[in-house]
């Protein structure tokens, strides 16, 4: 299993980086971004503080873990500047939180994620055709969720990204012990969403790819 989208103590998750790792370890994950909430007030704090665990984590785990932060609730216009100190303190992994329908996320949010050249845009609602070809065009992969609430319109999101052929991940959004969801059960999620088995494989196949290519940068 694989989940580039987790929280921690370093913003509203139940875990320690090195809980959250090892528990993903024991469950047989494979890759693991930590991508806690952050805007202009800890983004840096964020990075620095998660990296140093994941150093330490990394150097005797077989599961290999990114440091990251999801992008949260900021004014769209500043997604851009916030990605690249995001990169400069050292995240492998950038997540803007989308426009969620359960949230009262600002409008132009997608737009700007995408623009911005972010890894990953979460959970991003109603997003339209032309957002997601932008995405796709731009590297951008959107994200099918297992998270309550967020999930509503994952039918949606998965419909646009096949009609365009922009590449989706899967992930947990995991904050506790709990939503450590095992592979099965996050491949059902995505089968809920309309996807074939097959189909809701290639979103994990996604997930290595881009871990797999932000270890080596
Ligand atoms: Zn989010
Ligand atoms: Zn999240």
Redesign the pocket.
Known sequence: MISL???TIF?DGELLPSELARRCEVNGYKYLAI???ADSSNIEEIVTGVSKAVEDFNRTSKLKVLAGV?I?HVDPSIIGELTRKARQAGAKIV?V?GETIVEPVKKGTNLAAIEAGVDIL??PGFITKKEVELAKKKGVYLEITT?KG?SLTNGHVAKLCLECNAPMVL?T?A?TPSDLLRRDFALSVACGAGLTKAQAERLLENSQKLAESKLKA
């Open positions: 989208h987790t929280h913003s991508t806690d909430h999801e949260t997540v939180h979460a959970h998270r967020h992930n959004d904050h």
